[in-house]
């Protein structure tokens, strides 16, 4: 070590590669990391329900998992793009090794293990997400589409129908949907449900908004020439104002 | 094999080709009208209908188009010939592969494997700047919330032949000009296993073309390309030209897939056993192999459909007892492997050309090939993750949310076969391989946004957003379509034997890539914030990613259209290319500029794979010298490697 001549041995040379591309790929991977935990979630706005707050977790935790992945295909690409760049037609090889038995066998194993990470994660979000709503005793209501607007009624409370969506804050709602025409899907944006309303069948979603607000219902199937507007709003407010509405349009709670 | 037909040179005789003499394209437009408007005639006397276009009289109308049209080309030729006894004559097969004919064999049904590739390189070409005329008219539209550029009906037409033109350009863009052109040079081959079979699976195609064309005025395809019912039976009869598209596609990527997998399998050159055939061949055949079981699919779904609309059938029609469901099963098992059709060439295709411009023998063949495999066996189990949102089959949802997520194990093994290449390579950075540097850049954000849409309760928030939008464009376009202008500017100097202009091929590949990503990024966004796809309209909110996602639309256009300026430009002005001018070592590379007829005089026997850069070097550069014994050995059983003659050694 001592004796460090000027062009450095191609050994030495191999490790300090192998040592910038490290560092590139831990400094790119902070910058994902940041960028995963203050960008996703953010863009998909505030949630209304406990729905929307495990998707967002689930984009940024997914994001987070694949930072450090992007970042070693990145930083591999970007150093090797300036560092072993070859000013016009090389004019010689590079070195003929075909493979790297341990290498490909890591790159497989973790991401397997990424893979099946992610599908544990899923399976509990999807446990998590659907379960609690079925338990309790829910609000039903039956959503309809048809071209091109969206119909609610609330067949507990008297069958009381309405073009906008009004929901108790905290308790469960299950929505029958379906559809009058063609296939329509029932999607309430700010708390990460959806589900297709399609002609001679009922389908089912459901969600516990947590949230007081006016939220948006957008169709999320092309279903025609004004799919663009099916829209409509869907208020969260307290039980008790819930129910004043409810008798205030005819039904009994 | 056609090899044994071509060692005594025949005369060229005045009669070959027979009737095929007097047929041409313009024969075949011809026929086609003149088909079209008997059929036209028929049908709407029979049906006594005072709707000119009806569903019925377009249907009809639209096969005899298609049916004139290939009669008038010459493809029923052939079969009618054999039927009656005659077979073809030497000198009919030689004038059949547009032997002396010049610039006419393009117009032909020729089938010479370059003169098809040429074609389908055409027609890809044409199908893109259509398909890309109306992104500009779509993004244009979203420019501002409530532009009025479009009217609804228009931009719901659109929409939907944007999306199926540029699903049909994607699929044939890489197998169709150089699966057909490249792809046989590569193995050694003087033609393709059924030329004539080959010269169909074009001709159909375009046939084909101008009855999607037709739907622009026939009320457009307003239910998206994925045509689902029963929107589709309201729609008008675009869909019915929508229909008659599919089936006549079907057929002909059934055809070509036959022809392009009995190739590979039985036309290899000598010695070209597996672990030798180029990597892009094992593209092409997984990417026309998975073809053949998929598109029959959208063919029946195409076919039950026209039952629906023009017959009173009910195959889709909740109230009649059929179901929505059924078409969107058929139509997803073939659309998860259509994906896959589209991205596997063109990954293949950089990783052909990435050892090229490296210097250096791809990294882990075994590990290419099994991971190709792997995405064809593993695409055909996924499809419903199209549907988690749509109440099919929710208790599935689990089910295909594994097989899903298991599709990244193996296209993560494409990122390491690239970047194993690249690894300590002599980089030459030309325009191809800018292209596999952009498709790692794209095709990652492509990947990880498709996990997020593997994982079931995000699906349910982003499905129907343009958050998918964004994510398959990042896939189809930023890795496929990137991966086909890679391998366009790679081949083109075998194609044309001129060099694409690099100054215009770097200008474009800028303009295209950020605009790329400015305008999927920002669609990513506006996806997040909760905007619908396949809206003419939408909310204040998602004006600011709209607007940039236009401009960056535009920027891709601009480089689009330099691209297209530099083909055209090169190919008529260009440098005249040498026979190998990157230093490749595939066989397509051996044979001169222009190349012969039946590509090879003596057909070369293969002793290597194409990859050996640096083994038979003595390093010395002075960074070889201590190989470490993990990289060592892959050569040992190679063989000599004459130098300059890269793989062929002599004829038999
Ligand atoms: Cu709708």
């Known amino acids: 070590m001592s004796a460090e001549s000027i062009v450095a041995s191609p050994k030495r040379r191999r490790r300090d590669e192998v040592r910038h591309i490290a560092w590139l790929w831990l400094g790119l991977t902070i910058l994902l990391v940041l960028f995963s935990i203050w960008v996703p979630a953010r863009l998909m706005g505030p949630p209304a329900s406990p729905t929307m707050r495990a998707v967002e977790s689930t984009m940024t935790v997914f994001s987070i998992a694949a930072s450090p992945v992007a970042a070693l295909v990145w930083a591999i690409a970007i150093y090797s793009l300036f560092r072993w760049k070859s000013r016009g037609e090389p004019t010689e090889d590079g070195p003929p090794f075909r493979g790297n038995g341990p290498v490909t066998a890591s790159w497989a194993i973790v991401s397997s293990v990424l893979c099946v990470f992610l599908l544990i994660w899923g399976l509990a979000e999807m446990t998590s997400t659907t379960s609690p709503a079925e338990a309790s005793n829910p609000l039903v209501v039956n959503v309809t589409g048809q071209q091109w607007v969206w119909t609610f009624s609330y067949p507990d409370q008297g069958d009381v129908e309405s073009d906008q969506l009004y929901l108790p804050l905290n308790r469960p709602v299950v929505f029958h949907v379906s559809s009058r025409d063609v296939i329509h899907s029932f999607w309430v944006v700010q708390m990460g449900i959806k589900v297709d309303a399609n002609p001679g069948v009922t389908t089912k979603t459901s969600v516990t908004p947590d949230k007081l607000g006016v939220f948006d219902i957008r169709c999320a199937e092309l279903c025609g020439l004004r799919h663009a507007d099916m829209e409509t709003s869907a208020h969260v407010v307290n039980p008790a104002d819930f129910a004043a509405w409810i008798t205030q349009n005819g039904g009994h709670t | ?652």
């Not at chain 2, 539209?141 to 032949?161: C, R």
């Not at chain 2, 029609?317 to 259509?338: I, K, Q, T």
């Open chain 2, 1 to 652: 094999m056609t090899a044994a037909l071509v060692d005594q040179p025949v005369e060229p005789v005045s009669t070959a080709g027979g009737m095929l003499r007097r047929l041409n394209l313009v024969t075949a437009i011809a026929g086609g009208l003149i088909l079209g408007l008997a059929g036209w005639l028929i049908s709407h006397s029979l049906l006594q209908d005072d709707d000119l276009g009806s569903d019925q009289v377009v249907l009809v109308t639209l096969s005899c188009w298609a049916a004139g049209f290939m009669i008038g080309i010459g493809a029923l030729n052939g079969p009618i010939g054999w039927a009656l006894g005659r077979d073809l004559r030497h000198e009919d097969e030689l004038f059949l592969a547009g032997k002396d004919q010049g610039v006419a064999r393009y117009f032909r049904f020729t089938t010479d494997h370059k003169v098809v590739g040429i074609q389908y390189l055409v027609v890809t070409m044409v199908l893109f700047a259509f398909g890309g005329t109306l992104a500009m008219l779509i993004r244009t539209n979203l420019i501002s919330p409530h532009s009025h550029f479009l009217n609804p009906q228009t931009y719901n037409a659109i929409v939907g032949l944007h999306g199926l033109i540029m699903i049909i350009a994607t699929i044939i863009m890489v197998t169709g000009p150089f699966g057909n052109f490249i792809m046989p040079i590569m193995i050694g081959a003087r033609d393709m296993a059924f030329p004539r079979l080959n010269a169909l699976s074009l001709w159909l195609i375009v046939a084909a073309i101008p009855t999607i064309l037709s739907a622009a005025v026939l009320g457009g395809i307003p239910t998206g390309w994925v045509g689902y019912a029963p929107l589709a039976d309201q729609a008008p009869p675009g869909m019915d030209a929508y229909s008659v598209f599919i089936i006549i596609f079907a057929v002909s990527s059934a055809v070509a897939g036959a022809n392009i997998t009995t190739t590979v399998l039985t036309m290899r050159a000598r010695g070209m056993s597996w672990n030798r055939t180029p990597i892009f061949v094992y593209g092409t055949v997984a990417s026309v192999g998975l073809a053949i079981p998929a598109f029959p699919l959208f063919m029946a779904s195409q076919v039950l459909l026209q039952v629906d609309r023009t017959q009173g059938g009910q195959f889709f029609v909740a109230s009649g007892g059929g179901s929505p469901w059924l078409y969107s099963n058929l139509f997803w098992l073939m659309g998860h492997p259509e994906v896959y059709v589209i991205l596997i060439p063109a990954l293949a295709a950089l990783m052909e050309l990435t050892p090229v411009f490296s210097r250096r023998p791809l990294f882990s063949f075994n590990a290419a090939v099994i991971s190709i495999a792997g995405i064809v066996g593993l695409s055909i189990m996924v499809w419903a993750h199209h549907m988690y949102a749509s109440g099919w089959a929710p208790d599935l949802n689990g089910p295909f949310m594994l097989t899903t997520e298991m599709i990244s194990v193996p296209t993560g093994l494409l990122f390491l076969v690239i970047l194993g290449t690249v690894w300590r390579g002599r980089i030459w950075t030309t325009v191809p391989m800018m292209a596999t540097y952009a498709m790692l850049w794209n095709f990652i954000i492509g990947g990880i946004t498709g996990i997020y849409l593997s994982d079931v309760p995000a699906d349910y928030a982003l499905h129907g957003s343009m958050f998918v939008t964004a994510h398959f464009h990042y896939t189809l376009m930023g890795a496929g379509l990137t991966g086909a202008i890679g391998a366009l500017a790679y081949w083109f100097p075998k194609m044309t034997g001129r060099m694409l202009n690099e100054r215009a091929g770097y200008i474009s590949f800028w303009f295209v890539q950020i605009g790329f990503n400015v305008t999927f990024l920002g669609m990513f966004a506006v996806g997040l914030a909760g905007q619908p796809r396949r809206v003419v309209t939408y909310a204040q909110l998602f004006a600011a990613g709209n607007f940039v996602s236009t401009i960056g639309a535009y920027s891709i256009g601009i480089g689009m259209l330099v691209l297209l300026y530099a083909v055209i430009n090169s190919w008529l002005h260009g440098q005249v290319a040498p026979a190998n001018p990157w230093g490749a070592k595939t066989l397509e590379w051996t044979v001169p500029n222009p190349i012969p007829l039946e590509n090879f005089e003596v057909l070369p026997v293969v002793t290597s794979d194409a990859y050996g850069y640096g083994e038979e070097d003595e390093p010395a550069s002075g960074i070889d010298p201590e190989r470490e014994p993990v990289l060592a050995g892959a050569s040992a059983d190679l063989g000599p490697r004459p130098v300059g003659a890269s793989n062929v050694e002599g004829g038999p």
